[in-house]
Structures are given as structure tokens and as C-alpha cells.
């Protein structure tokens, strides 16, 4: 009888049990800083990035515009009279370090999906691997079930061959019996 050399480490997954770590393959990136690190002025400038594309951020500006003109044009003050020179200087400011800032945010979102993506990779390569184990040790057991099938419809056949020849040599000794042939 052969011996299965094929053995599952620990990276295969067992039917039915959920692997215990969903993110096994990205532990190993979770050291990996961003190209901009993780200081705070890094963090806190890559949330400032993200706040400008929200709701709460497009109303409030909105709203504070719409004020602006309207205590200008209607001429409750006059601090900035038109053709808003202050404000479109607000604006330009905001411009100019919205844009870097939502370029940081990018690059650093950007290097955290590659990372991912490759530890997505490898997760499907190593369940590829597996699959590909399970398929070479499914065939190896189709094999050796075919032998033990073949084997025992041999042991069938010999047995049925045994039973027979009992069967012919009990009737003749039954009938040499009967006829008092029987020597001793």
C-alpha cells in the first residue's frame, strides 16, 4: 500500500473551518509606512484631503459664499465690495493647498491599495496552490480506490472459484458416500 507523501500545511485552508485570520497575508505589510510617513501633520493633512470632498464641506462653503455676497452686494459692509477681490484671494489660497493635499491623500490611498492588492495576489496564488494540492491528492485517492476495487473484485472472483470447487467436491464426496466407495 503506498504511502501519501503529500501532506497540508498550515496556509491550506480546511473545508468547512473558516481560516482563524481573514488577513493573514496583509500582516505583513501592516509595518509599511506611507511614501509621506505617519506623522501627524501626514495624518491630519490626508484627513483635511478628505473632508474637502464631503457634503459637509461643499454646503458650509456654499453657504458661507452665498453670505459673503450677499453682506457685500447688499452693502451691510463693505469689506470686500465687488468684484470680490478678498474672496477670490480666499478662494486661490484654498485652491493652492486643497490640491496638494488631495494629491498626498491619493499617493498615500494609492500605496495602501497596491499593498493590499499584492497580499490579495498572494492569498489567490496560495489558494491556487492548495486547490492544485487538493486535485493532485483527490487523484491519487481515485487511483488507489481504483486498485483496491480491482483487487477485490479479484478476491471476488477466487472466492466464488473456492466456493465452487467446495461445492464440487462436497457433491462428489456426498455421492461416494451414498455409494459406499468411501475408503479409508
Known amino acids: 500500500m503506498k504511502k501519501n507523501t503529500t501532506t497540508a500545511g498550515p496556509e491550506l485552508i480546511s473545508p468547512g473551518k473558516p481560516p482563524e485570520d481573514y488577513f493573514r497575508f496583509h500582516q505583513p505589510h501592516v509595518h509599511l509606512a506611507s511614501v509621506y510617513g505617519d506623522s501627524w501633520f501626514a495624518l491630519k493633512a490626508e484627513a483635511f484631503a478628505r473632508f474637502f470632498?464631503?457634503?459637509?464641506?461643499?454646503?458650509?462653503?456654499?453657504?458661507?459664499?452665498?453670505?459673503?455676497?450677499?453682506?457685500?452686494?447688499?452693502?451691510?459692509t463693505r469689506f470686500d465690495i465687488y468684484p470680490f477681490i478678498l474672496?477670490?484671494?480666499?478662494?486661490?489660497?484654498?485652491?493652492?493647498?486643497?490640491?496638494?493635499?488631495?494629491?498626498?491623500?491619493q499617493t498615500r490611498q494609492a500605496d495602501r491599495d497596491k499593498v493590499h492588492a499584492d497580499a490579495d495576489a498572494q492569498h489567490r496564488e496560495a489558494l491556487a496552490?492548495?486547490?492544485?494540492?487538493?486535485?493532485?491528492?483527490?487523484?491519487?485517492?481515485?487511483?488507489?480506490?481504483?486498485?483496491?476495487?480491482?483487487?477485490?473484485?479479484?478476491?471476488?472472483?477466487l472466492a466464488q472459484q473456492l466456493s465452487q470447487r467446495i461445492e464440487t467436491l462436497t457433491i462428489e464426496m456426498h455421492e461416494k458416500i451414498l455409494r459406499g466407495d468411501v475408503t479409508s
Open 87 to 105: 474672496l477670490n484671494l480666499a478662494f486661490s489660497l484654498q485652491a493652492a493647498y486643497a490640491a496638494p493635499l488631495i494629491l498626498l491623500a
Open 53 to 76: 470632498g464631503t457634503p459637509v464641506f461643499l454646503v458650509t462653503q456654499t453657504v458661507i459664499v452665498a453670505v459673503w455676497i450677499g453682506i457685500n452686494a447688499f452693502g451691510f
Open 129 to 157: 496552490m492548495a486547490t492544485e494540492k487538493h486535485l493532485v491528492l483527490a487523484a491519487q485517492q481515485a487511483d488507489q480506490m481504483v486498485e483496491l476495487l480491482q483487487k477485490n473484485t479479484e478476491l471476488t472472483e
